[in-house]
T-cell receptor
Framework: ETGVTQSPTHLIKTRGQQVTLRCSSQ?????VSWYQQALGQGPQFIFQ???????GRGNFPPRFSGLQFPNYSSELNVNALELDDSALYLC??????????????FGPGTRLTVL | AQRVTQPEKLLSVFKGAPVELKCNYS??????LFWYVQYSRQRLQLLLR??SRESIKGFTADLNKGETSFHLKKPFAQEEDSAMYYC??????????FGPGTRLSVLP
C-alpha cells in the first residue's frame, strides 16, 4: 500500500507569483485535505476535496484554490503569493464514509518559501 | 468560532513520571476530538480519537464536555514518547481545527 506523497519537497517563489503543489492520496482513499502549517504553529485547514468536489473550506482567501482528479490525486494552487504564504503545506488523505470519521494519513509536506 | 487551545508549548517530564497534555476547545455543537502526534523526522499521525475510547501506546484521553477539555494522559512516560502533540477537532469530517501543539520531552 502506497502512502501519501507530495511534490515538490521544497519550493522557492517570489511575491506575486503563482504556485501549484501536488498530492497523491493513499491507495483506496477518495478524500484529500490540505493544510498550511506556519513555523511553530499547528496545521491550519485550507480545504477538503471529496470525489472531485470541494467538501469543506477553512478561513483562506479565494486565491487558494484546489482540484481533485478522477484518480483522487489533488493540486493546491495559490495565486498572487504573499510573504505570509511561506509555510509547510500538508496534504492528508482518508477514506470517506458517511456518518463517521476516518483517520487522515498525512504526507511529508511541501516547504514553500516566498521571497 | 471553533478553536483549540493547548496552553503548554513545551512540557518536560522525567521517564516514569505521569504526563498530562492539556487541550481545551470551543465549539457550538458536538465535535469529534483527536490527538495527533509527530515524532522526530516522521509524518503527522493519528494517536487516538475520542469516539473509539481506546488506549494507544498507554495514552488515554477523556472528553469532558462540561469543561470543554480533551486532555491526553499517560501514567508512566517513556523516552520514546518525546514528540510534538496536536489536539484537533472536527465537525463531521468536513472542517478540522488543530491546536498549536505541545512539545513533550521525556528526560532519562
Amino acid at each position: 500500500e502506497t502512502g501519501v506523497t507530495q511534490s515538490p519537497t521544497h519550493l522557492i517563489k517570489t511575491r506575486g507569483q503563482q504556485v501549484t503543489l501536488r498530492c497523491s492520496s493513499q491507495s483506496g482513499h477518495n478524500t484529500v485535505s490540505w493544510y498550511q502549517q506556519a513555523l511553530g504553529q499547528g496545521p491550519q485547514f485550507i480545504f477538503q476535496y471529496y470525489r472531485e468536489e470541494e467538501n469543506g473550506r477553512g478561513n483562506f482567501p479565494p486565491r487558494f484554490s484546489g482540484l481533485q482528479f478522477p484518480n483522487y490525486s489533488s493540486e493546491l494552487n495559490v495565486n498572487a503569493l504573499e510573504l505570509d504564504d511561506s509555510a509547510l503545506y500538508l496534504c492528508a488523505s482518508s477514506p470517506f464514509l458517511e456518518d463517521s470519521y476516518n483517520e487522515q494519513f498525512f504526507g511529508p509536506g511541501t516547504r514553500l518559501t516566498v521571497l | 468560532a471553533q478553536r483549540v487551545t493547548q496552553p503548554e508549548k513545551l512540557l518536560s517530564v522525567f521517564k516514569g513520571a505521569p504526563v498530562e497534555l492539556k487541550c481545551n476547545y470551543s465549539y457550538s455543537g458536538s465535535p469529534e476530538l483527536f490527538w495527533y502526534v509527530q515524532y522526530s523526522r516522521q509524518r503527522l499521525q493519528l494517536l487516538l480519537r475520542h469516539i473509539s475510547r481506546e488506549s494507544i501506546k498507554g495514552f488515554t484521553a477523556d472528553l469532558n464536555k462540561g469543561e470543554t477539555s480533551f486532555h491526553l494522559k499517560k501514567p508512566f512516560a517513556q523516552e520514546e514518547d518525546s514528540a510534538m502533540y496536536y489536539c484537533a477537532l472536527s465537525d463531521y469530517g468536513q472542517n478540522f481545527v488543530f491546536g498549536p501543539g505541545t512539545r513533550l520531552s521525556v528526560l532519562p
